[in-house]
């Protein structure tokens, strides 16, 4: 069984950079069907993407916040890792990271986003 | 920027059924977007229940149904039960890997 597990600093200061590490296991993240990302979920409020990976390197930034994020992956670890830099109380949120199955055979494409979540890590931004 | 669009909170009676849908601040959602729908219970992470706009998520029961109405994608839910309340999300595909969350709705079933 495929699991995703999230790891850091649970406190974070202002102006300083948020670093994530997310586990996977029971599976490989060089499989090819397959992108990695991260959500993240200020208390009380919505969802929000925020980046995806493929293992090969390729990236994908949230608009809004692509000037801070930097999304990276470590195939022989198993793992991939966040990078958000220039924090502010704003971006205090339960992190999780996620898998996105997407491959395309002879139906077509077949897109799953997010089909595998981490428990989440709440990161709070404050002095 | 785009915005994905959906109701705040939903009302349904124990039984009944209820239609939550997923729209764009600009433009029609249709299935190249790739509708999907998530469910997510207090301190959990959340569940997918529908993919690609209509594909149940394994072990999801048939309750739950994905169409597109009009120009929104929408999520059915037949004979409401107690523990269908929670909050819903969708989300679509933008293109070049980028993905929108909607604000989500609360559903309150009494």
């Known amino acids: 069984q495929l699991q995703l597990q999230e790891s850091g600093p649970g406190l974070v200061k202002p102006s300083e950079t948020l670093s994530l590490t997310c586990t996977v296991s029971?599976?490989?993240?060089?499989?090819?069907?397959?992108?990695w990302g991260w959500i993240r979920q200020p208390p009380g409020k919505g969802l929000e993407w925020i980046a995806s990976?493929?293992?090969?390197?390729?990236?994908y930034y949230n608009p809004s916040l692509k000037s801070r994020i930097t999304i990276s992956v470590d195939t022989s670890k198993n793992q991939f890792s966040l990078r958000l830099s220039s924090v502010t109380a704003a971006d205090t949120a339960v992190y999780y990271c996620?898998?996105?199955?997407?491959?395309?055979?002879?139906?077509?494409?077949?897109?799953?986003?997010?089909?595998?979540w981490g428990q989440g890590t709440l990161v709070t931004v404050s002095s | 920027q785009t915005v994905v669009t959906q109701e705040p909170s939903f009302s349904v009676s124990p039984g009944g059924t209820v239609t939550l849908t997923c729209g764009l601040s600009?433009?029609?959602?249709?299935?190249?977007?790739?509708p999907t729908w998530y469910q997510q219970t207090p301190g959990q992470a959340p569940r997918a229940l529908i993919y690609?706009?209509?594909t149940r998520s394994s072990g999801v029961p048939d309750r739950f149904s994905g169409s597109i109405l009009g120009n929104k994608a929408a999520l059915t839910i037949t004979g409401a039960q107690a523990d269908d309340e929670c909050d819903y999300y969708c989300?679509?595909?933008?293109?070049?890997?980028?993905?929108?969350f909607g604000g989500g709705t609360k559903l309150t079933v009494l």
């Open positions: 029971g599976g490989s993240i060089s499989s090819s069907d397959y992108y």
């Open positions: 690609s706009t209509n």
């Open positions: 996620a898998r996105t199955t997407y491959y395309y055979d002879s139906s077509g494409y077949t897109r799953r986003p997010f089909d595998y």
């Open positions: 989300v679509l595909y933008m293109g070049s890997g980028i993905s929108v």
């Open positions: 600009s433009g029609s959602v249709s299935t190249s977007y790739y």
């Open positions: 990976i493929y293992y090969s390197g390729s990236t």
